[in-house]
C-alpha cells in the first residue's frame, strides 16, 4: 500500500532525481547483477562456443550444430585426457580426504604437544606457490630416477589438496556443539559408539564439502600437473597445448557439462542437508 | 589408554605423507640451487659446488620478472578484494532467502576448466570480441588500443581466477558477525560509514587476511595467465622457472628462482600476518 504513495510522488520529481533515488535505494541488487554478469561471462562464452559449427579451430563463430555435445568424444585425445583427469581426480580426492580428515581431527579435536607446528605444516603447502611445489617434487622423482606420469600426478594432486581438506573439516568440527557428544557419553554410548553416531554424521557435511572441493581443484589443476606428468595428458593440459592451434569445441562441451554436474551436485547436496536438519 | 597417543596416530600417516612428498623436495630443491653444471658434461648434469652466487645471479638476471610478478599479484590482489568484498557482504546480509543460491553461483563458474575461461577472456578482449569494438565507439579506448597481449589483460585474468579465493573467506568470516553488533553500532549513533570502518571490517579482518593471502599466494607464482593474456614484456617470474624448467633444463637458475620466489612470500605473508595482527588464521 506504502508503494502506491510513492509512486503518486514520483512524477512530480525530476527525472535525473528519481533514477539516481533508484540507483541509491537498489545499489546492492545493481552491484551483484554486474558482479555476476563478469563471474558469468567466460562461462557463458564457453558454453555458447560449445555449439559453434567450428571444425578445428573455436575461434569465430560460424553456426549452430549440435553435433559436438552428441559426439563429445569426437576431437582425437579429448575424451582420453578427460578420463586421465577422472582418475587423477578421484584418487587424489580419496587419500587427501582420508589423510585430512585424520589429521583433523588431531587437531581440532586434541590438545597435544606440537599441535601449533602441526597447524604451521599444513599451512605451508597452502603458502607455497604451486610452481615451487611442483618443481620441487619433480627434482625429488628425478632424482630417484622416478619417471613423471600418473602415479606422480597423484601424489602431487594429494600434497596440496590435503590442507585445504585439514582446513575445511577442521572449521566443521570447530563449529560442533560439544553437549551432543557428552549427551552422547552420558547415554552410555562409549568412545567409538559417540564417534560414529554422533561425532561423524555431524562432521560428514564438511567432509564431504572438502571432498568436492578436493577433487574440483585436482581436476581444475594446470601447474603442478605440468611438472609433473610427462607425457600423460590431461584436460586442463590437453586445453593449454591446443590452445596454440586451436581448441576443438568438445572441449567446450566437457567444461559445461563439467560445470552443469557440479552445480547439480552442490544443489541436491545443500537440498539433502537442509532435508536432514529439518527431520 | 591410548588417549595421549590418539592424536599422533591420527597425525602420523598424513605428516608422513607430507614429510616425504613436501619437505623432501623442498630440501632437495635447496641442494639443486647450489649446484652448476658439470664441464664437458650433457644437458641437464649438474654437480654439487655449493655455488650460493647462483641466487645472485638469478635474481639479477631476472629481476625484471620478480618485480613484474609482485607488482601484478599485488594489483590483482587488491583488485580482487573490492571486488569480493561488496559481494561477501551482500551475500551474508543481504540475499536472505537466496542466500544458498547465490552461494553457489559465486563457485559455480570455477567448476569450468580454468583455461578455457581465461582464454574464453582472451577471446572476448581481442579484436573479435565485444569489448574492444563497444569501448572503441565509446570513445573510451582509442582505434590502435589493443586490450589482449598487455599487462591490463594478465592481472584481469588473475584477478578473475583468483577471486573464489578471496571472496569465500570473506563470506565465511563476514556471515559470522552477529548483526546485531551492527544495529548496535547504528543505535549509538554511528552511520553507516562510521559502522563498517568500526565494526564491520575489523570483525571481517580474518577473512580479508585470509582472502588476500589464498589470492596473493598463487598469483605471484601463476604463469598461465602471463602466458595465454600476455605478451613477452609481461613474462612472470613463473614462466621464466617453467622455461628454465622445461626449454633450457637449468635446473640450479630454476631452483635458486623457486626458493627466492618462496622466500620472498613468506617473508611477506609473516610480516603481513603480523601487521594485520590475526594469528587464527591457521
Known sequence: MNTKIKDASIPTLPLGAVISRWIGRNLIRIYMVVAFTYLFIPVAYTFAFSFNDSGKSNLVWKGFTLDNWTNPCGAPEVCSALGN????????????????????????????????????????????????????????????????????TVIAHVVFCMSFVVVTVKARIASLDPRLEQAAMDLYANEFQTFRRVTLPLVAPGIAAAALLAFSLSFDDFIITNFNSGTLSTFPKFVYISAARGIPAQANVIASAMFFLAVILVIVGQAVGRRRKVS | MGKIRTPYLLLLPGFAFLFTFFILPIINLAQTSTQTRIINGDTGQYEQTLRFANYIDAFIENREQFTRSFVYATIATVAALLIAYPLAYALAFKAGKYKNVLLVLVVAPFFTSFILRTIAWKQILGEEGFVVPTLRTLGVISDSTTLTSSAFAVVMGMTYNFLPFMTLPLYASIDRIDPRTLEASGDLYANGFTTFRRVTLPLSMPGVVA?????????????????????????????????????????????????????AILILVTLYIRKAGTEELV
Open chain 2, 211 to 263: 582472502g588476500t593471502l589464498l589470492t596473493f599466494i598463487p598469483a605471484a607464482g601463476d604463469y598461465v595467465n602471463a602466458q595465454l593474456l600476455g605478451s613477452p614484456n609481461t613474462k612472470m617470474i613463473g614462466n621464466v622457472i617453467e622455461s628454465r624448467y622445461f626449454k633450457v633444463v637449468d635446473y640450479p637458475t630454476a631452483a635458486a628462482l623457486s626458493f627466492t620466489l618462496m622466500a
Open chain 1, 85 to 152: 583427469s577422472i582418475k587423477i581426480g578421484l584418487l587424489a580426492t580419496t587419500f587427501a580426504t582420508i589423510l585430512g580428515t585424520m589429521i583433523a581431527f588431531a587437531i581440532g579435536r586434541h590438545a597435544f604437544k606440537g599441535r601449533s607446528s602441526s597447524n604451521l605444516l599444513i599451512f605451508l603447502p597452502m603458502a607455497t606457490p604451486e610452481i615451487v611445489l611442483g618443481a620441487s617434487l619433480l627434482s625429488l622423482f628425478l632424482v630417484f630416477h622416478i619417471n613423471p606420469g600418473f602415479w606422480p
